[in-house]
């Protein structure tokens, strides 16, 4: 079975700052890891997966991650942050042939 | 890409009484579905998922029960809420036969008093 850590419960940053949320997992099988974003009262939207090759994974609105199998992390990072980026970010990982796990969530809020 | 709808969006019920929520997917044939609760600043909590018409997993033994009656359609039902059962549900959708993304609906607000 897998589990998934998100070691900060939030994150307050300000504008234009870069940010890192952290994402550890433990899994005995080879994994697939994804990095979800939830604005208030909405469902989520994925932000990148990593799903094989390149461990540095691109995604929508300037996310990227990476991912290192030594460490078991997949940290999601931004280099500048918007106001529009506050939101509840979840780290997701899921062995193959069976469901997500999702992680507790990390509450991104953005100061001006 | 896909498209998932649920309805309705906020719901107030009192304890004790039905619930029905629908979810219906466009965009993908024999998806992978599945039924999420999300307590107030908490986690997702996987309730139930579904591999195909009439099969149905369950995750967390509670009052909910669900059924997939068509390939594209995947309800989330009670005989009698509970306090407990208040939440944001959400319904995902993902191609069954390949790993890839779960793709998320709007989600149900669901207050039970």
């Known amino acids: 079975a897998q589990s998934v850590t998100q070691l900060d419960s939030q994150v307050p940053v300000f504008e234009e700052a870069p940010v890192e949320l952290r994402c550890n997992y433990s899994s005995s099988v080879s994994v697939y890891l994804f990095w979800y974003v939830q604005y208030p009262n909405q469902g989520l939207q994925l932000l990148l997966k990593?799903?094989?090759?390149?461990?540095l994974v691109k995604g929508i609105n300037g996310f990227e991650a990476e991912f290192n199998k030594s460490q078991t992390s997949f940290h999601l990072r931004k280099p500048s942050v918007h106001i529009s980026d506050t939101a509840e970010y979840f780290c997701?990982?899921?062995?193959?042939?069976?469901?997500?796990?999702f992680g507790p969530g990390t509450r991104l809020s953005v100061l001006p | 890409s896909q498209t998932i709808h649920q309805w309705p969006a906020t719901l107030v019920q009192p304890v004790g009484s039905p619930l029905s929520l629908e979810c219906t997917v466009e965009?993908?044939?024999?998806?992978?579905l599945y039924w999420y609760r999300q307590a107030a600043g908490r986690g997702l909590q996987l309730l139930f998922y579904?591999?195909?018409?009439?099969?149905i997993s369950s995750e967390v033994p509670q009052n909910l029960s669900a059924s997939r009656p068509q390939d594209r359609q995947f309800i989330l039902s009670s005989k009698k809420l509970l306090l407990s059962d208040s939440g944001f549900y959400l319904c995902a959708s993902e191609p069954g036969r390949v790993i890839d993304t779960q793709y998320f609906g709007p989600g149900t607000r669901l207050t039970v008093l």
């Open positions: 965009g993908t044939s024999n998806p992978n």
């Open positions: 997701a990982v899921r062995g193959n042939g069976q469901n997500f796990v």
């Open positions: 990593y799903l094989s090759g390149s461990t």
């Open positions: 579904s591999v195909g018409i009439g099969q």
